[in-house]
């Protein structure tokens, strides 16, 4: 047992999006291997780790005002030892030291594995930044779960299967904060579904930036029985068969990657879930073609029919920007005429951030007023919100198998979980029946439906 008086709390604070969850996790992790344990509070905390985003500028701003609260933090403590990781502390480097005095460390997403010495040498007087970029697989050879440390959720768990990403969406940073394209082994990948699976894990969602481009630039180049990566669909199959694993998901494809035998696995493995995230980010094959996308509204549609050709239940959501540069008014129309064609069951919808070192910067086209981009995502999200009521709607009187996360913050006793499809559903548990805990499954009965949950009773 390691003596009460010299263990490091460490706090960490994430941003952003799962892969930015799941790196925490693995920092967490690592930080248990050292002798660290984790807390809450800030105030308790030998180390606070701030895990960043720079999807958006609204994202990397956060991090500044967060920074700026914590000089007071840093002060308080001799010891103290303030670090930024994630996509900022990839994109900015050792100009965060520079510009912000009271950072001890900075490490970037390929360099995980050296928090805990960063952290002991800060802890020593060092200021330093890590954020070289590797392409070795070693990055994913990371410890096993520590027995103390649980993850971050009961019955579920993230498993990296590629990271990076060479698409270079002109709008998007994360080629920059990611790097390059790179696929772990089938292998390793098989060994920690297991391990999870025999701790008790229902359900794994596997991370990708473009995750079903999965071992694809292995097999193009012939590499791909030397890298030990089969393909995407392959993976799927050889996870399937791993028994205790019943929810199999994935985020976030792109478009491009569905060929004929991933549809069919929809079609054909139960244990994949009827649900996929497909981004869309515009209905306008003029905008699509300014924002490199690769496809055309008429592609998209096509994948989305394939889709539900194989499996007619599945729940299609995605992410949408509005106000890229050039979009004109016909243009967002197009945008909301597919959208409601396609029926999403749900999707995200943001504002077009500029961001530093994209190529849409060197576009030559109009910027949409501010105004205006707002009023477009406002209709955007108010057409969401009523196609998502209308799923919900749809799902009233059916049952569904709901994997429990804990309890639901409409209180009342309700719980909280998700169905295959990764709806939101809350429930209460009648009287007679015992309520489940959180990573077990229960069977529902949707009663009730709002834009953003579905209201259910527990059948057994
Ligand atoms: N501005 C606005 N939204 C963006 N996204 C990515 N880059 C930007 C940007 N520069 C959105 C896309 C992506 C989601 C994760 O974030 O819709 O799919
Ligand atoms: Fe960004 Fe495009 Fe890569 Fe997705 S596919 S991470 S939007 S560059």
Known sequence: MTDATLQRLFHLRTYGCQMNVHDSEKISNLLYHA???????????????????????????????DLGRLRDWKGEGARRVLAVAGCVAQQEGDSLLVRFPHVDFVFGTHN????????????????????????????????????????ESVGRAYVTVMEGCDMFCSFCIVPTTRGREISRATAGIVAEAEALAASGVREITLLGQTVNAYGR?????????????????????????????DRIRYTSPHPLFFDDDLVRVHAEV????????????????????????????D??????????????????????????????????????????????????????????????????????????????LEELQSLLRSLTLKAHRARVGGTTEVLVEGPSRRGGGQLKGRDPYHRVVNFETPEGLSAPKAGDFATVRVVDATPHSLIALAVS
């Open 299 to 376: 592609d998209f549609r096509r994948t989305a029919d394939a889709l539900r050709k194989a499996k007619p239940d599945i729940a299609i959501t995605t992410d949408l920007i509005v106000g890229f540069p050039g979009e004109s008014d016909a243009d967002f129309r197009d945008t909301l005429d597919l959208v409601r064609d396609i029926a999403f069951v749900d999707g995200f919808s943001f504002k077009y951030s500029p961001r530093p070192g994209t190529s849409a910067l060197r576009l030559d086209r109009p910027a949409v007023p501010p105004d205006e981009a707002q009023e477009r």
């Open 217 to 245: 630039h292995d097999a193009r180049r012939g590499h791909a029985e030397e890298r030990g990566t089969a393909s995407f669909s392959q993976l799927l199959r050889r996870l399937a068969a791993i028994p205790g694993l």
């Open 270 to 297: 139960d244990a994949v879930c009827p649900h996929v995230h497909l981004p869309l980010q515009s209905g306008s094959d003029s905008v699509l073609t300014d924002m490199r996308r690769r496809y055309g509204r």
């Open 112 to 151: 995980l594995r050296f928090v805990a010495a960063m952290a002991s040498a800060a802890e020593r007087g060092s200021r330093t930044a890590r954020v070289d970029e590797t392409d070795s697989v070693e990055r994913f050879d990371l410890p096993q779960r520590h027995p103390d440390f649980g993850g």
């Open 35 to 65: 002798g660290y344990r984790a807390t809450d509070s800030a105030d308790a905390a030998d180390l606070l780790i701030i895990n960043t985003c720079s999807i958006r500028d609204k994202a990397e701003q956060h991090l500044y005002s």
